[in-house]
């Protein structure tokens, strides 16, 4: 767990000035699909269509994630990579539950994340609803 996080560390080092400027880095994106992810799990049922559509952009921003801790780590095996975003994710989950625990599914984190994952659910990374 600790080598996801100097992972992290080194992805955000060794990016250059002008992808920084862009926007986050993949493994960021991905933590926040993650805070999302769990919130939403315990707080609301989603309609299944914005669920489906949420869990598609989950999986294509997973394996971005992946491929990028593959770059930084060239020595890990995918099973590593795996059991790492596993040991990350849970600790996203227990945070999370934390944060529930002390603001309810009605505080104003969790809102945020609620917001984030109508949001996340909405991106077409695919561009099949781009306009012709």
Known sequence: MRALYIAVGIGVMAAPASAQQQGPDILTIWDQ???SNTIASKCVKPEE???TKFLVNFQI???NASLR??????DWTPERIDQAMKERYGQID??????????TCEGPKVKE???RFD?????DFTGANKPK
């Open 33 to 35: 699909f993650s805070v």
């Open 49 to 51: 269509d914005k669920l």
């Open 61 to 63: 921003v997973t394996i």
């Open 69 to 74: 801790i593959q770059q930084l780590r060239p």
């Open 94 to 103: 227990k945070s999370m539950a934390a944060v529930i625990a002390q603001e």
């Open 113 to 115: 994340a609620l917001r």
């Open 119 to 123: 949001f996340q659910a909405g991106i």
